[in-house]
């Protein structure tokens, strides 16, 4: 899958959030691009921002949630915990989702960046 078959997602705003997110992510060398959604989720996408190719797709959730297979849970030092899942099935969260628009966009980096990228090292590629 590349990203840009993401575009046809229907929420609002998302094809300016991965337009912009992936020319950040290839210009800093990234390849984690987080996407804030409305009701409070983030979306996460890992892939290869040179070619597009997506390799994994992650939402996570501050409370625990059937959203796909449990990836792994991430508390923010002093703050926040957040439960991860690897989305299995991209039409079935999209439709269980509804219609929702996109707060904000930014490249994953520091903590949450090794954290994620130490987690998926080694795992097969979904898309």
Do not use: H
């Amino acid at each position: 899958m590349k990203v840009k078959d993401l575009f046809s997602l229907p929420w609002k705003n998302m094809d300016r959030a991965l337009e912009y997110g992936v020319e950040e992510c290839k210009y800093l060398g990234k390849t984690l691009l987080g996407i804030t959604l409305s009701n409070g989720l983030g979306f996460i996408i890992y892939f290869n921002p040179y070619s597009e190719e997506i390799y994994r797709i992650l939402i996570m959730s501050p409370e625990k949630k059937e959203l796909g297979e449990f990836f792994g849970v991430f508390k923010y030092e002093g703050g926040n915990t957040f439960f991860i899942y690897t989305v299995t099935n991209l039409t079935q969260i999209v439709n269980s989702l509804g219609e929702i628009e996109v707060n904000s966009v930014e490249v994953i980096k520091d903590v949450f960046e090794d954290f994620l990228l130490e987690a998926l090292a080694g795992q097969r590629n979904i898309y």
